[in-house]
């Protein structure tokens, strides 16, 4: 198993800022997520973000609303930039290699007010 | 993409009954997880289950994969049991890369 770290565990925030969320890992992984849950909704992935690489984003998500850090492979940064109410989530990282178990952090609950 | 579909999507229990949460999903998976989602919003892993039948105390699960469906079997429900009971599905997103999908989960409330 993975034990993940994520701060802050919660913000308020002002419309038109930035909030960087960091989650550290206490293992080696080659491949994070980023999972966005609005208000009653279920997860949507955001990006999967590869050590040395660029994170890959899905559909509707864009690197310059939510750009992600991976300066090693136990450590990765999701910011979301520019924040409007809309963006108030729950926003969670994410570690589990293909086809085996995936581990989240606590998740950070985000209000922009 | 794959659809992943849970029943009932809200659930009142009385404490001390049971219940059983479904999960169907549209295409074949490489494996199935049942999290619980705490008030605080903190998901809880409770079964990797790509096929076949787990225990861990009053909780158990069941996946069928030919049949495309997963059961979450909870007994003796306590309030603690409270939150939202999400499964989630792994499927080959390609460029060997696998994917996550969610269901919408089942907010189930256990009254005292």
């Known amino acids: 198993s993975a034990v993940i770290s994520q701060k802050p565990s919660r913000d308020i925030c002002q419309r038109g800022t930035s909030l960087t969320i960091q989650c550290q890992v206490d293992?080696?992984?080659?491949?994070m997520f980023w999972y966005r849950q609005q208000p009653g909704q279920s997860l949507t992935l955001i990006a999967t973000?590869?050590?040395?690489?660029?994170?890959?984003?899905e559909s509707g998500f864009v690197i310059d609303k939510f750009p992600i850090s991976r300066p090693n492979l136990t450590f990765s940064t999701l910011t979301v930039s520019n924040m409007s109410p809309e963006d108030s989530s729950i926003y969670l990282c994410?570690?589990?290699?293909?086809?085996?178990?995936?581990?989240f952090g606590q998740g950070t609950r985000l209000t922009v007010v | 993409g794959i659809q992943v579909e849970q029943s009932p999507p809200d659930l009142i229990l009385q404490e001390g009954a049971n219940s059983t949460l479904r999960c169907n999903f549209s295409?074949?998976?490489?494996?199935l997880q049942w999290f619980h989602q705490n008030p605080w919003g903190q998901l809880i892993n409770l079964f990797y289950?790509?096929?076949g039948t787990k225990q861990n105390g009053r909780l158990s699960a069941t996946t069928v994969a030919t049949e495309r469906y997963s059961l979450l079997y909870i007994s003796s429900s306590q309030t603690t049991d409270s939150g939202v009971y999400f499964c989630?599905?792994?499927?080959?997103?390609?460029?060997?890369?696998?994917?996550?999908?969610f269901g919408k989960g089942t907010k189930l409330s256990v009254i005292p």
């Open positions: 293992s080696q992984v080659t491949m």
């Open positions: 973000a590869n050590q040395g690489s660029e994170a890959t984003y």
């Open positions: 989630a599905v792994d499927t080959y997103s390609g460029a060997g890369s696998y994917q996550l999908t």
């Open positions: 289950i790509p096929s």
């Open positions: 994410s570690v589990g290699e293909g086809n085996t178990e995936a581990f």
């Open positions: 295409d074949s998976v490489n494996n």
